[in-house]
Nanobody, 112 residues
Framework: QVQLVESGGGLVQPGGSLRLSCAAS????????AGWYRQAPGKQREMVAT???????VYTDSVKGRFTISRDNAKNTLSLQMNSLDEEDTAVYLC??????WGRGAQVTVSS
């Protein structure tokens, strides 16, 4: 069974940091581009960051310099290090990978 499971979400104050992780199973994680997307209430889902099987990364402009995506193909995991968080980063963060599968999401809330 193909599965992507996020962890690491939570509540953080503005300016703080969080690290999201995504554990992949049921497929060959290393073969595919993986990524993080987010969806805030009342807004469309947007791409946050993606990483190819070779490690090439792409970020949406609003997170450049603050977020870092990485992958460990040996451990079938995807990570997102988020620094200097802002209230505008509040959203459900979803992991994407394994050729078209989605995790259920992790809530990130940035609030004082």
């Amino acid at each position: 069974q193909v599965q992507l499971v996020e962890s690491g979400g939570g509540l953080v104050q503005p300016g703080g940091s969080l690290r999201l992780s995504c554990a992949a199973s049921g497929g060959i994680f290393s073969l595919y581009t993986a990524g993080w997307y987010r969806q805030a209430p009342g807004k469309q889902r947007e791409m946050v960051a993606t990483i190819t099987r070779y490690g090439t990364t792409v970020y949406t402009d609003s997170v450049k310099g603050r977020f870092t995506i990485s992958r460990d193909n040996a451990k079938n995991t995807l990570s997102l290090q988020m620094n200097s968080l802002d209230e505008e980063d509040t959203a459900v963060y979803l992991c994407y990978g394994l050729g078209g599968y989605w995790g259920r999401g992790a809530q990130v809330t940035v609030s004082s």
